[in-house]
C-alpha cells in the first residue's frame, strides 16, 4: 500500500539549512493533506509545517518564517526546506499524509543542529 520515505537528514551547524524530502508511494499523493511533524528528546510530537492538496500552508509559531513545505506531485514528494536552523529545532522529523480518514507515517529522519 501506501509507504512513506524521508531522506535528507543529518547533522548541521546552527545558522545552515537543511531540506528534508519525503517521497510516497501509492496514488493519492495528489489529493492528500501532507504534514511534517517532530519530536525533540524530553518533549511531546508538535506539528511542524501542514500543506493541503490546494496549497494551503500552516506552520507552527516557532518555525514559520524559517521553514517552508511544499510539493512535487509529479514526483510525489512533499519536502520542508529549513533555514536558519537553531539547536532547539534538534528532533526527529516525521512525515505524514492524510487522505479522507487514512493517515501515514515515515519512518523518520534525525536533524541534529549543533551550537
Known amino acids: 500500500q501506501v509507504q512513506l520515505v524521508e531522506s535528507g537528514g543529518g547533522l548541521v551547524q546552527a545558522g545552515e539549512s537543511a531540506r528534508l524530502s519525503c517521497v510516497a508511494s501509492?496514488?493519492?499523493?495528489?489529493?492528500?493533506?501532507m504534514r511534517w511533524y517532530r519530536q525533540a528528546p524530553g518533549k511531546q510530537r508538535e506539528l511542524v509545517a501542514a500543506l493541503t492538496p490546494g496549497g494551503s500552508t500552516n506552520y507552527a509559531d516557532s518555525v514559520k518564517g524559517r521553514f517552508t513545505i511544499s510539493r512535487d506531485n509529479a514526483k510525489n514528494t512533499v519536502y520542508l526546506q529549513m533555514n536558519s536552523l537553531k539547536p532547539e529545532d534538534t528532533a526527529v522529523y516525521y512525515c505524514?499524509?492524510?487522505?479522507?480518514?487514512?493517515?501515514?507515517w515515515g519512518q523518520g529522519t534525525q536533524v541534529t543542529v549543533s551550537s
Open positions: 505524514n499524509m492524510w487522505f479522507l480518514r487514512n493517515e501515514y
Open positions: 501509492g496514488s493519492i499523493f495528489g489529493v492528500s493533506a
